[in-house]
């Protein structure tokens, strides 16, 4: 009899539950826990499908495109904003850059080397690296999205448990722009920079 109980048990929990995968986005597959629609995946792990184009809703509202997705790593990376054509603000600039919630399962990963343009001054007090070494300047100086940040003083810091892991800040009187690169290499000419934010889910329980 209890060998019966156990038996079932493992039974519904192995088959009366089954790993309920979205459909792909346009050509995208959407792998678990990912969902894009209330009856597949996780709910917490929600993700847009639209019009086949799968996207990354931030706290703020606001939508990144998703470039990939690594079910094995538990990541995806994201594209960063775009910095508005001859000006040097994000295009997320109005809602103070990127935010996911404190309760959500996604955080943005340590493989991204975050960069800060438009700086003023008194972002020289904390801890990043605005030196004329720092990778941000060559974005400045060669890179075609960096036309509008020429000159303006940039930082760039490695994402790491030293800055919340939770936000990519920018604001009018702090920096007006940034951009990411995942797993950054000063060897890698700029025009061939894996520009992208790298985010992580927690595995759901
Ligand atoms: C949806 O995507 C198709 C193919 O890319 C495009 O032709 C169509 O205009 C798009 N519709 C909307 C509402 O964006
Ligand atoms: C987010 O934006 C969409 C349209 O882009 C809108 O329908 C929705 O109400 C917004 N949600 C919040 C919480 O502002
Ligand atoms: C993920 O894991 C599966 C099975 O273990 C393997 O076949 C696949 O190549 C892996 N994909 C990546 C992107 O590492
Ligand atoms: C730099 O930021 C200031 C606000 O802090 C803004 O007024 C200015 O337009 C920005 N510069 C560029 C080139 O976008
Ligand atoms: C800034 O970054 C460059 C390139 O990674 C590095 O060589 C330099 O030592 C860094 N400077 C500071 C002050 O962290
Ligand atoms: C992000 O989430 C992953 C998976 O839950 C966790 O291992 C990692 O420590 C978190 N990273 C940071 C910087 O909090």
Do not use: H
């Not at 929600?46 to 690594?70: D, H, P, Q, W």
Request: glycine content about 6%.
């Amino acid at each position: 009899m209890l060998a019966l109980i156990i038996f079932f048990t493992l039974f519904s929990l192995t088959y009366a539950s089954p790993l309920n995968e979205c459909p792909k986005c346009g050509t995208t597959q959407v792998p678990y826990p990912l969902s894009t629609t209330p009856d597949c995946g996780k709910p917490d792990y929600k993700l847009n499908c639209n019009n086949g184009t799968l996207e990354f809703v931030s706290a703020g509202n606001f939508s990144y495109r998703v470039l990939s997705i690594n079910p094995n790593a538990s990541r995806l990376v994201i594209q960063p904003p775009l910095i508005v054509q001859n000006t040097c603000l994000s295009s997320d600039l109005g809602l103070n850059g990127f935010r996911i919630d404190n309760n959500s399962p996604f955080n943005i990963s340590r493989s991204n080397t975050v960069m800060l343009f438009n700086c003023s001054d008194n972002i020289l007090l904390s801890p990043l690296n605005c030196s004329s070494t720092s990778p941000c300047r060559e974005f400045e100086a060669r890179a075609q999205q960096g036309v509008g940040c020429r000159s303006t003083l940039c930082c760039s810091y490695l994402k790491d448990s030293a800055m919340t892991s939770r936000r990519i800040r920018v604001r009018v009187g702090g920096c007006t722009a940034y951009t990411s690169v995942v797993d950054f290499k000063p060897e890698i000419s700029v025009d061939a920079w894996p520009y992208g934010i790298e985010l992580q889910w927690s595995p759901p329980n």
